[in-house]
């Protein structure tokens, strides 16, 4: 009788960043293929696709969260439910890119942690940012990056530069992360069960009598 094969993973990822940056174009782009340039902010939408990544096939779950500051509890609540978060702002707009450090640092205090959490820093609208509409440089956004210990990648939406090579570094990183939990989960119960053992052992010397 055949075994029938385990259920590929999913890896649950998430689209942080202010409005109008582009994460539903992004996230759209992705899945389809398509461009949109027309989209409701107000609500979160998720999507799904399965992939095959180097270890093997994938379910991706993006959610694609509302910028406003008004959703900002619900937002906190989508963070603690996902394994990768791909931080976006648009290269025409400065004000986008100041509030990268701290949505990463809402991201760390929600999921309580100061471990390196799987994140890519993406800059949109590549499209957009010539000399007359850029207004973050590559350096300053790598340096970012870098403090970060994270990849730095420019996308645009419309033309489908990086937008896939942003995702898979991203699902790269969350299966790199899952692997190192699921070890340290296995190193763990070894630990534990050798000193049960251990324990075992003594108490059985314990009584034996002379």
Known sequence: MSRVPPAPPTHRLVMVGTGGVGKSALTVKFISGDFVQEYDPTKADSYTKQMQLEDGPCV?????????????????????????????????????????PQLRERILRVLDTTDDVPVVLVGNKYDLATRAYRRVSVEE??????????????????????????YRELLR??????????????????????????????????????
């Open 141 to 166: 956004a790598q340096e970012l990056a870098l403090s970060w210990n994270a990849m730095y990648l420019e996308t645009s939406a419309k033309t489908g530069q990086n937008v896939e090579t942003a």
């Open 173 to 210: 990183l969350v299966s790199r992360a899952k692997l190192r939990q699921s070890l340290a989960h296995r190193q763990k119960q070894a630990h534990h069960l050798k000193e049960a053992q251990l324990g075992a052992g003594r108490k059985d010397k314990a009584c034996v009598v002379m």
């Open 60 to 100: 991706v779950d993006i959610l694609d969260t509302a910028g406003q500051e008004d959703y900002s509890a619900i937002q906190d609540n989508f963070y603690r439910h996902r394994d990768g978060f791909m931080l976006v702002f648009s290269l025409c707009e400065y004000e986008s890119f100041q509030a990268m």
